[in-house]
């Protein structure tokens, strides 16, 4: 094996954040390693402590009765349900209703239980099944969600079961979430089992080399476990939904992945052309380095757009999505470098790729023999690689993008050299020669791509014209869950719908002829089935309960919570039920939504212009973002919502679409959609800043990113169609949908659309006012220090790295 190069980081191109990240290594990836322990300690245990709910606003009226019933009538708000079956001699023999009665006296003497009643304490017939073989026992256990859960635990074993002559069962929708929590968490620990192992060997495919994949897999554990951390140090303070692990699991390995392979690729391409470790480093750090950093922000901002929402659901994703992204970034920039100058061009062993092709090599021959991509090098464009590969020192041209090129650029079709990825150059034909041919050929063509390619995308998004938007019940969970089967007997075989209906309470003192009349106008409201009460505690106070007709949260029931708001009262009344919360949970959506949408457009508007100094390129940047969205939004509602696949997917369609899951899906999507195409767009303005020639630039761009993006979107569909593989819907749903709209944006929108529209636009594509031109001179970003414009890059660029290349072996050889 080759002797590693490397020089000492002294100055230069490099800056100090180079230096940082590369003078002590070794203490850099020590104190990483020590952090990441103390992260698996402090992060143990994070899912015990979230919670599984957080769906309601909680400055909203239902929110408000909720509490108040709680507190006032424990008994009008039950969330834990005794199902008693007696069989064949049916819910009123006497041994049956004896046993029923002992069972709800014992649950009535247990700490933190409340407001036990039962049907054959009230005689109600909706706690009596149609057929008088099961009857309901009812109680709330009082309390924030973690306590509340605790006392269930506790209690549960002692009533499931044979209880003489009864079988007993729990349900209710308190039951519903614990069992949803401990679902989410075998089916996360399943996803990482399958997500971990398939991801290691797709990196392999992609680098050839065990070591280089080895690295981003890494990078996502380390996010992954500093995340967690994070998460249990939040909980301290604030609800988290369990559900925010699943996207932990896939951001910190899909970002990861994402950020270490554009990272390592650029490396690797730097040591191909005869650059030493540090040099390598350094260069990689200020391209591939600056755009992981600009990526990472606007993936953040995207999913920081959920904090304006009260819904501690969207909350905790945000929670989760920022400090994943900044924490796979900052180890992408960090503890990779680190171990980029250890292994300098070492990271190009164990080439897999490189067995796999001898075995396939014919009698006689050898690797070496056989040439192009059966050349036995280490790893893609390796120095020890026996074609000269991509801007190596053997080729005609010093390298990619060089300072001292008197060519265009690399690959260009100015550029006499055979360029990255050509048939006469040596390099894998993983270096994109393919990719370049495919732009130039939508190019040709770019009228009918973009109109062909936007129409398709419109179309598959047709189905969600006709979205509806319900509530998570019961039925997210699998059909052989405990409490969703004691459920679905509820809803199928009683005539009311135990611990669903509307309640509304009365504050403000009343006559019992008030009351009466109150309720004889609810039980008059068109889509009401039943209305019963008052309970009164006390002066001032009474409860109302309302059981609407049809679906527990069906447009009937959202429709009646209005009615029951507007009806007139002689006192104050709050309305609270499902069907309350749903509907105050859409207003808050739709009140918080223009803002959500807004930020998440300015800033990325900001930050592309910052990148690319264009006005243009921001629109077309959000437009088409927005336009990779549509065929996940027509697929959640053709699959989720109308059923259709359910039984290949194995879920039960409600009919509807949980209200939240559309912002959420839309949030991450949207980030995950700009990742990729910063790394797209830098890479075209990299290159325009060099050539001036706007139509190579974009075929440059997608030659050189087009093969690491799809890599990077299957590696990311893989992880989260592993999400998607969970017994939960809304889990099901977000890790599908993102991993449909992850894969679209890569191979339709990145492919297709992107260079068809610059096409279109042409140089246009980079105009900006001068005021704004000028702003971005001043305090834009860029991926490499040369100034801008055709050409950029010779002189005193070429010198400085020189200079410092120098400095750098002239410290080495001093220390």
């Not at 270096?431 to 370049?436: F, P």
């Not at 120098?806 to 080495?812: K, L, M, P, T, V």
Request: hydrophobic fraction near 45%.
């Amino acid at each position: 094996m080759s002797e590693v190069k490397k020089t000492a980081p002294r100055g230069g191109g490099g800056g100090g954040w180079t230096r940082f990240v590369t003078a002590r290594p070794r203490l850099t990836l020590l104190v990483a390693l020590v952090l990441t322990a103390l992260a698996v300690l402090a992060g143990g245990g994070v899912a015990d402590r979230m919670g599984s709910g957080g769906w309601e606003d909680p400055a909203a009226e239902s929110t408000y009765a909720t509490k108040a019933l709680e507190s006032r009538f424990p008994g009008s708000q039950p969330n834990v349900l005794l199902l008693v079956d007696a069989g064949a001699p049916g819910v009123d023999a006497p041994a049956a209703a004896a046993e029923a009665r002992r069972l709800a006296e014992r649950l009535d003497a247990e700490p933190g239980v409340d407001g036990v009643g039962s049907y054959w304490s009230t005689g109600s017939p909706a706690l009596r099944s149609e057929d008088g073989r099961q009857g309901v026992i009812a109680a709330r256990i009082a309390g924030e969600e973690k306590d509340a859960a605790a006392v269930l635990d506790r209690i549960a074993p002692a009533y499931r079961g044979t209880h003489g002559p009864v079988e007993v069962s729990l349900g209710g929708e308190l039951a519903v979430r614990h069992e949803m929590q401990t679902v989410i968490q075998e089916d996360l620990l399943r996803a990482e089992l399958i997500a971990l192992p398939l991801t290691l060997v797709l990196l392999v495919m992609v680098f050839g080399s065990a070591v280089a994949a080895l690295l981003p897999l890494g990078v996502g554990i380390v996010a992954i476990l500093g995340t967690n951390a994070v998460l249990r140090g939040i909980t301290e303070f604030t609800d988290v939904s369990v559900f925010a692990q699943n996207l932990t699991t896939a951001l910190g390995l899909g970002l990861a992945i994402d950020y270490a392979l554009f990272v390592v690729r650029r490396y690797r391409e730097e040591l191909a052309a005869g650059a030493d470790t540090y040099a390598a480093v350094r260069t990689t750090l200020r391209t591939a380095g600056r755009t992981v950093l600009f990526s990472a922000l606007t993936v953040a901002v995207s999913l920081a757009a959920m904090l304006v929402f009260p819904q501690y659901f969207l909350r905790s994703f945000a929670y989760a999505g920022i400090a994943v992204v900044l924490l796979a970034a900052t180890a992408a920039l960090t503890l990779l470098p680190a171990a980029l100058v250890l292994l300098g061009d070492r990271v190009n062993a164990l080439d897999l790729r490189r067995l796999l092709r001898r075995g396939r090599a014919p009698r006689g021959a050898t690797t070496e023999a056989a040439g192009g991509d059966t050349a036995g090098s280490a790893g893609e464009g390796s120095p020890r690689d026996s074609s000269p590969g991509e801007g190596s020192p053997r080729d005609s041209s010093p390298g990619e993008g060089s300072p001292r090129d008197s060519s265009p650029g690399e690959g260009s079709p100015r550029d006499g050299s055979p360029g990255e990825g050509s048939p006469r150059d040596g390099s894998s034909r993983h270096d994109g020669a393919g990719w370049g041919r495919a732009a130039a050929l939508v190019m040709r063509r770019a009228p009918v791509f973009a109109v062909v390619t936007t129409t398709g995308l419109v179309l598959l998004g047709l189905p969600f014209l006709g979205v509806k938007f319900g509530t998570a019940d019961d039925r997210q969970l699998p059909v052989t869950a405990s409490s969703r089967v004691v459920q679905d007997q509820l809803r199928d075989g009683f005539p009311g719908s135990p611990g669903g209906g509307l309640t509304v309470l009365a504050e403000g003192e009343a006559t019992p002829a008030q009351y009466a009349g109150y309720r004889e106008r609810l039980a008059a409201l068109d889509g009401v089935a039943r209305a019963e009460g008052p309970v009164t505690a006390g002066r001032g106070s009474a409860s109302f309960t309302v059981v609407p007709e049809g679906e527990t949260v069906g447009a009937d029931a959202q429709r009646v919570v209005g009615e029951l708001r507007a009806a007139e009262a002689p006192f104050k009344t709050t309305v609270t039920g499902p069907a309350a919360v749903l509907v105050d949970s859409k207003n808050a959506i739709a009140d918080r939504l223009p803002w959500a949408a807004g930020i998440i457009v300015l800033v990325t508007l900001l930050l592309v212009f910052l990148l690319t100094g264009s006005v243009v390129v921001p629109l077309q940047a959000v437009l088409l973002n927005a336009l990779s969205l549509t065929a996940m939004f027509g697929a959640v509602v053709w699959v989720f919502q109308e059923g259709h696949l359910s039984g290949l997917l194995g879920f039960t369609s409600t009919g509807d679409i949980e209200t939240t899951l559309p912002v959420l899906m839309f949030c991450v999507a949207f980030g995950l959609s700009m990742d990729y195409g910063v790394f797209l767009l830098s890479r075209i303005k990299e290159e325009y800043d060099a050539t001036g020639d706007h139509e190579h630039s974009v075929r440059f761009g997608l030659r050189h990113t087009g093969g690491l993006i799809t890599a990077a979107a299957v590696i990311l569909a893989v992880v989260m169609v592993a999400i998607g593989t969970s017994r939960v819907t809304n889990t099901k749903m977000l890790g599908l949908g993102v991993a449909l709209a992850v894969l679209m944006d890569a191979m339709v929108v990145r492919s297709l659309l992107v260079p068809s529209v610059m096409k279109l636009t042409g140089r246009l594509t980079w105009w900006a006012p001068g005021p704004l031109r000028r702003f971005h001179d001043r305090f834009g970003i860029s991926e490499t220090d040369a100034p801008a414009g055709p050409g950029a890059g010779d002189g005193t660029g070429a010198e400085s790295d020189a200079d410092t290349d120098a400095e750098g072996r002239a410290y080495s050889a001093a220390r």
